[in-house]
C-alpha cells in the first residue's frame, strides 16, 4: 500500500476490472508417422506451416508415405499450421525404448487435432487416444482400416491377436501384374463393370497396417473419431493415383470449419479437397450399421465426395456422442483455465468471486452470440456460480476457490425429417 509523506499530487494506475478470456486456436494438427528420407528430423516434432516447407524438411523423393499423403491433405484442405513427428519407418505410435513416440507432443499446449496416418493396428489406435485422454485438449482422427470386405469385421474392436490385413492386402497387390489390391470390385467407386480397379495404397510398414485379418475399429473413447474409407488421391511427389488414408483430410477439414464457422459446427457434409475417389462406396443401410458404432463415413453425394458423419468413439448412449459438443467443452475448458491463471494468489474472497463470475460470463456470452450455445437467453444458455456455498470456510482455508459452470450446447442436426402428407382444400376449408 502507497504511503503519502510529503504533500503533492499523486497519480495512481488502478486495474480497470474484467479481464477478458481469449479463446485458444482450435485448428493446429500434429501428425505422427513416417517418411523415408533419412536426413528427415526423428523423434522431434517440428513445426510446418505450409507444404513447400514440408517438403523441404522431409524431403520429395516419392513415393509418398501416409505421413506425406495425409500433411498433403491437411494444406489442401483448409489447414495453416501443423507439427510433424517422424518416429522412422520402424518406429511405432507408442514410442519405443530408444525413442518418445507421440509423448513428445505432450508438451506442445497449442495441438488440438492429432492424426496417426495409416495407423490401423489396435496399439497404435490406443496410443493416439490414450494421448489425448491424458491431455484432454486435443481430439484425435483415426483411419479405419484400409480394405474390408465384411462391413460387420469393420465394427467389431480392432485387437492384437491376429495379424495386419493391410500386408496381406499388400503382398497380393505386388504380386498382381496390375498392381490392384485384393476385393478391388468392390472397392470400385459404385461397383460398375467395366471399371477401373483401385489406385495400389501406399505400402504399410511396422505400427500400421489393420487390427486383424478383416480389419476393426477403435476402443470407446470419447476423444477420437474414426473415419472410414480410405480415399483415391494424387501423389504430390510421383502424380500417381493412389489410396490414402482420410485423416489428414478431415483433419483440414476440422481446421477449415473451425476458422469459418466455429469449433461448434459439426465438421460434416463438408467437401475433401483432392479427393477423387472412395476405396468404398458404402449405402445408406451400410452407414446406418457405421454410425450407430460411431464411425464417421466418407461418401459420394451428387458427385462431390463429403463428410457425412460427425460422431465421436463415445456410443451412441453418451452424452460426448458428437464430435463437436466434445471440442466445444475441450475448447471452453482450456480458455477458461488459460484466462483465470491471474486469480491464483488473489485474496479468496467475495471480491475474487465476483471477478470470477464476469470474466467467465464475458467469455461464455460470447459463445452464445457466436451461436455455440443453446437458448434464447443468457440463462437458458449458461450458469456460472461461485459464492460462499461453492466456497465453504473449510475450502477458503485450504486455500480453494471453486466455480461451478454449465453450458448448453447446440448439437448437430444429423436426422432431418420432414412430414408431408395429401392436403385437400376443402378438408382444410371445413377444419377451419
Given at each position: 500500500?502507497?504511503?503519502y509523506l510529503t504533500?503533492?499530487?499523486y497519480v495512481?494506475?488502478?486495474?480497470?476490472?474484467?479481464?477478458?478470456?481469449?479463446?485458444?486456436?482450435?485448428?493446429?494438427a500434429?501428425f505422427?508417422?513416417?517418411?523415408?528420407?533419412?536426413?528427415?528430423?526423428?523423434?522431434v516434432?517440428t513445426?510446418?506451416?505450409?507444404?513447400?516447407?514440408?517438403?523441404?524438411?522431409?524431403?520429395?523423393?516419392?513415393?509418398?508415405?501416409?505421413?506425406?499423403?495425409?500433411?498433403?491433405?491437411f494444406f489442401?484442405?483448409?489447414?495453416?499450421?501443423?507439427?510433424?513427428?517422424n518416429?522412422g519407418?520402424?518406429g511405432t505410435?507408442?514410442?519405443?525404448?530408444?525413442?518418445?513416440?507421440?509423448?513428445?507432443?505432450?508438451?506442445i499446449?497449442?495441438?488440438a487435432?492429432?492424426?496417426?496416418?495409416?495407423?490401423?493396428?489396435?496399439?497404435?489406435y490406443?496410443?493416439?487416444?490414450?494421448?489425448?485422454?491424458?491431455?484432454?485438449?486435443?481430439?484425435?482422427?483415426?483411419?479405419?482400416?484400409?480394405h474390408?470386405?465384411d462391413?460387420?469385421?469393420?465394427?467389431?474392436?480392432?485387437?492384437?491377436?491376429?495379424?495386419?490385413?493391410a500386408?496381406?492386402?499388400?503382398?497380393?497387390?505386388?504380386?498382381?501384374?496390375s498392381?490392384?489390391s485384393?476385393?478391388?470390385?468392390?472397392?470400385?467407386g459404385?461397383?460398375?463393370?467395366?471399371?477401373?480397379?483401385?489406385?495400389?495404397?501406399p505400402?504399410?510398414?511396422?505400427?500400421?497396417?489393420?487390427?486383424?485379418?478383416?480389419?476393426?475399429?477403435?476402443r470407446?473413447?470419447?476423444?477420437?473419431?474414426?473415419?472410414?474409407p480410405?480415399?483415391?488421391?494424387?501423389?504430390?511427389?510421383?502424380?500417381?493415383?493412389?489410396?490414402?488414408?482420410?485423416?489428414?483430410?478431415?483433419?483440414g477439414?476440422?481446421?477449415?470449419?473451425?476458422?469459418?464457422?466455429?469449433?461448434?459446427?459439426a465438421?460434416?457434409?463438408?467437401?475433401v479437397?483432392?479427393?477423387l475417389?472412395?476405396?468404398?462406396?458404402?449405402?445408406p443401410?451400410?452407414?446406418?450399421?457405421?454410425?450407430?458404432?460411431?464411425?464417421?463415413?466418407?461418401?459420394?453425394?451428387?458427385?462431390?465426395?463429403?463428410?457425412?458423419?460427425?460422431?465421436?468413439?463415445?456410443g451412441?448412449?453418451?452424452?460426448?456422442?458428437?464430435?463437436?459438443?466434445?471440442?466445444?467443452?475441450?475448447?471452453?475448458?482450456?480458455?477458461?483455465?488459460q484466462?483465470?491463471?491471474?486469480?491464483?494468489?488473489?485474496?479468496n474472497?467475495?471480491?475474487?468471486?465476483?471477478?470470477?463470475r464476469?470474466?467467465?460470463r464475458?467469455?461464455?456470452?460470447?459463445?452464445?452470440?457466436?451461436?455455440a450455445?443453446?437458448?434464447a437467453?443468457?440463462?437458458?444458455?449458461?450458469?456460472?456460480?461461485?459464492?460462499?456455498?461453492?466456497?465453504?470456510?473449510?475450502?477458503?482455508?485450504?486455500?480453494?476457490?471453486?466455480?461451478l459452470?454449465?453450458?448448453?450446447?447446440?448439437?448437430?442436426?444429423?436426422?432431418?425429417?420432414?412430414?408431408v402428407?395429401?392436403?385437400?382444400?376443402?378438408?382444410?376449408?371445413?377444419?377451419?
Open positions: 500500500m502507497p504511503q504533500p503533492g499530487v495512481e494506475e488502478l486495474m480497470g476490472g474484467a479481464r477478458p478470456i481469449e479463446g485458444v486456436g482450435t485448428e493446429i500434429a505422427v508417422g513416417f517418411v523415408d528420407d533419412d536426413e528427415a528430423p526423428r523423434g516434432p513445426s510446418v506451416n505450409n507444404w513447400t516447407q514440408y517438403t523441404s524438411i522431409f524431403g520429395t523423393e516419392g513415393p509418398s508415405t501416409p505421413l506425406t499423403l495425409a500433411v498433403h491433405g489442401l484442405n483448409g489447414g495453416q499450421r501443423c507439427y510433424v513427428l518416429v519407418p520402424d505410435v507408442g514410442g519405443t525404448p530408444g525413442e518418445p513416440g507421440i509423448s513428445a507432443l505432450e508438451h499446449d497449442e495441438i487435432i492429432v492424426a496417426a496416418p495409416g495407423m490401423t493396428d489396435a496399439a497404435s490406443d496410443a493416439v487416444l490414450s494421448h489425448c485422454e491424458l491431455m484432454r485438449d486435443r481430439v484425435a482422427v483415426l483411419d479405419g482400416p484400409a474390408v470386405d462391413l460387420n469385421d469393420l465394427i467389431r474392436p480392432a485387437t492384437m491377436s491376429t495379424p495386419s490385413a500386408s496381406a492386402s499388400s503382398s497380393s497387390s505386388s504380386s498382381s501384374p498392381g490392384s485384393a476385393g478391388s470390385e468392390e472397392s470400385t459404385e461397383g460398375e463393370e467395366g471399371s477401373a480397379p483401385p489406385p495400389p495404397a505400402t504399410p510398414r511396422r505400427g500400421g497396417g489393420s487390427g486383424g485379418p478383416g480389419g476393426g475399429m477403435a470407446a473413447s470419447e476423444w477420437g473419431a474414426e473415419y472410414v480410405w480415399i483415391s488421391v494424387v501423389d504430390p511427389l510421383t502424380g500417381t493415383l493412389v489410396e490414402a488414408p482420410p485423416s489428414g483430410h478431415v483433419a477439414v476440422w481446421a477449415r470449419t473451425d476458422g469459418s464457422r466455429g469449433v461448434h459446427k465438421p460434416a457434409n463438408e467437401t479437397r483432392g479427393a475417389d472412395l476405396t468404398r462406396a458404402f449405402t443401410s451400410e452407414q446406418g450399421l457405421l454410425n450407430s458404432a460411431g464411425i464417421n463415413a466418407i461418401r459420394n453425394i451428387h458427385g462431390s465426395i463429403k463428410i457425412w458423419g460427425a460422431r465421436t468413439l463415445a451412441s448412449a453418451s452424452e460426448w456422442r458428437y464430435l463437436p459438443v466434445r471440442r466445444l467443452f475441450a475448447f471452453a475448458e482450456e480458455s477458461i483455465q484466462g483465470t491463471g491471474w486469480v491464483v494468489f488473489e485474496p474472497d467475495q471480491v475474487l468471486w465476483n471477478a470470477i464476469r470474466d467467465v464475458g467469455f461464455l456470452r460470447r459463445l452464445w452470440r457466436d451461436g450455445l443453446m437458448g437467453t443468457e440463462r437458458e444458455a449458461f450458469f456460472v456460480k461461485c459464492d460462499a456455498e461453492t466456497n465453504p470456510q473449510e475450502n477458503i482455508d485450504a486455500g480453494i476457490v471453486t466455480a459452470i454449465g453450458m448448453a450446447p447446440v448439437k448437430p442436426a444429423e436426422f432431418i425429417v420432414f412430414k402428407s395429401q392436403y385437400t382444400a376443402a378438408a382444410g376449408e371445413e377444419a377451419q
